[in-house]
């Protein structure tokens, strides 16, 4: 089933740009994904257990790369948001 999810990062440090890019660019790594950043929010787009498994990965990776954070999802099964141009 694909699946769209919107993931926001607010990391618990002053330098908060680095843990956002980072996890940006780890999630990117994950070729089987759509994934489009913007300024507020990332959106991830695939097979739901895809999504699932690939996003809690990347937050195990930045949660011991980065330390605290707090990350806020809005998943939308049956759903593709980004559409192909």
Same mark, same amino acid.
């Given at each position: &089933?694909?699946?769209?999810?919107?993931i926001s &990062? +607010? $990391?618990?440090?002053?330098d908060? %740009?680095? $843990?956002?890019?980072?996890?940006i660019?780890? /999630?990117?790594? +994950?070729?089987?994904l759509?994934?489009? $950043? #913007?300024?507020? #929010?990332?959106?991830?787009?695939g097979?739901?257990?895809?999504? &699932?498994? #690939? /996003? @809690?990965?990347?937050?195990?990776?930045? @949660?011991?790369?980065f %330390? &605290? =954070?707090?990350y806020?999802?809005? /998943?939308?099964p049956? +759903?593709? =948001? /980004? @559409?192909?141009?």
């Amino acid at each position: &089933m694909i699946t769209t999810v919107d993931i926001s &990062m +607010y $990391p618990f440090c002053e330098d908060f %740009k680095e $843990p956002i890019l980072g996890f940006i660019k780890r /999630i990117q790594n +994950y070729h089987e994904l759509k994934v489009m $950043p #913007s300024a507020t #929010s990332t959106v991830v787009q695939g097979d739901f257990h895809h999504v &699932m498994q #690939s /996003i @809690q990965e990347t937050i195990v990776s930045c @949660q011991e790369e980065f %330390k &605290m =954070a707090v990350y806020v999802l809005k /998943i939308i099964p049956g +759903y593709g =948001a /980004i @559409q192909e141009i």
